[in-house]
Nanobody, 124 residues
């Protein structure tokens, strides 16, 4: 089993930056792709970004528009999401996810492990 704990969310104004962190514990050697998803009130959960185990490959949702950067530090079992130029539309709960197998489509998964989420609120 793998446990994921997110942190770094908060309330910021439009245009500000936040850095989300995800700490992985347990059988972290079994994790492959790590990803961030988000869910806004009244909406379905959506893919934000993902990074391969070696950190050599990353994928982003179109709405990221170069504003977000995903990274991972395997030595520390950490995954990060640097979010710049935040917009009110980015308001959501952000979830960290991990795949325990090789996956072809980072947006579709499947992801076996999920964190509890961290709230990001962007005011206009």
């Amino acid at each position: 089993q793998v446990q994921l704990v997110e942190s770094g969310g908060g309330l910021v104004q439009a245009g500000a930056s936040l850095r989300l962190s995800c700490a992985a514990s347990g059988r972290t050697s079994s994790t492959y792709v790590m990803a961030w998803f988000r869910q806004a009130p009244g909406k379905e959960r959506e893919f934000v970004a993902a990074v391969s185990k070696s950190a050599g490959v990353s994928r982003y949702a179109d709405f990221v528009k170069g504003r977000f950067t995903i990274s991972r530090d395997n030595a520390k079992n950490m995954v990060y999401l640097q979010m710049n130029s935040l917009e009110p539309e980015d308001t959501a709960i952000y979830y960290c996810a991990a795949a325990d197998r090789l996956i072809r489509d980072y947006a579709l998964g499947p992801y076996s492990y999920w964190g509890q989420g961290t709230q990001v609120t962007v005011s206009s």
